[in-house]
C-alpha cells in the first residue's frame, strides 16, 4: 500500500500539516456562523462517504469492526463535539494552548490500557518535552472564558487520545485490510454526529456561502477522510512515545499557517525555541515499541 512505502514519521508530519490548516479555517470561518453539531456531522458524513466505495467487511471478525466503530464514535464524534464548542469561548490560540497536553494522556491512557507497571521512562519524558515545547511556543494571556474552553479543549484531548491508543492496538491486519475496513470508524462518528444534530442544532445557523461549504468540504475529504487514514496507518508503525509527541508539532504548525495565511503576528524566538524541543521530544522517544 502507498502509506507503507513512506515513513511513518513523515506520514503524520505530512497530516499534521493538513491538520494544522483546520483549526484555522474552524476559527475563521465556521465558528459562530455554522452551528457546530451540524458542521461535525457534515465534515464526517463526507469523510465516510469517501471510504465507503472501498469498504470490504468481510476481511475482518464482526467484534473488531464493532471496536472499530466505537473508536471511531470516540475519536472523532465526540471529540469534534467538545472541540467545535470550545470556539465559542476561546480564540483558535488558546485551543491551540490547551492542546499542549494530549502527548500525556495518550502515555496515560495506553499505560492503563496496557496496564504496565512502568512505561519506559523515555516515553513520558518525551510527553514532558513536548508539553514545554508547546507551552513556550503557544503560552499568553488567556481569556475570562479560558476555564469552560480549557475543560471542553481537555475533554476533546482525552477522547482523541483515547481513540488513538485503541486503534493502534486493536489488530487490524495488512494495511490494505485497514483501507478496507475504515469506514467504520467513521460510521461511528457519524452516528454519534447524527445522535448530537438531531437533538441540538440550531437550524437558523446553517451553512448558505460558497466559503463556508468549501470549508467543510476539505474538512471532511481531505482533514478527516484522508488525514484520518494516514495518520491512524501510520500510528501502528510508530511507538506509544513518538505517536504521542506527534501530537504536540501541529502547535508550531498551527502557527505558521495563522502567520502565512492570516497575517498574524508571530514571536519567532519562542516559535523557535518550542519548535526545537518538540523534535527533540520525538527524538528522545525515538526507540521502536
Known sequence: MPFNSVPALAVLSIVTIVWAFSFSLIGVYLSGQVDSYLAVLIRVSL??????????????PFKTLAMLTGIGALQVGVTYQFLYHAFSYISVAEVLLFTIF??????????????????????????????AGAAIIRYENISADALTGFLLIQAANLC???????YKRLELGSSRTQVHTFACFFLGATLVSGLGTLLFTDWTRVPTTAVQWSVLVWLGLGASGF??????????????????????????????VNIVFWSRDAEWGRLLLGGLIITLSVWVCRKKL
Open 47 to 60: 469523510a465516510l462517504a469517501l471510504l465507503l466505495p472501498f469498504f470490504r467487511p468481510a476481511q475482518l
Open 102 to 131: 494530549t502527548p500525556l494522556w495518550i502515555t496515560l491512557i495506553d499505560e492503563l490500557i496496557l496496564r504496565r507497571q512502568h512505561l519506559p521512562l523515555r516515553w513520558w519524558a518525551g510527553s514532558a518535552l513536548a508539553v
Open 160 to 166: 482523541f487520545a483515547a481513540g488513538q491508543v485503541g
Open 227 to 256: 488525514g484520518y487514514l494516514a495518520w491512524a496507518m501510520a500510528s501502528k508503525r510508530v511507538n506509544t512515545g513518538q505517536l504521542a509527541t506527534m501530537n504536540n508539532l501541529l502547535i508550531p504548525a498551527g502557527i505558521l
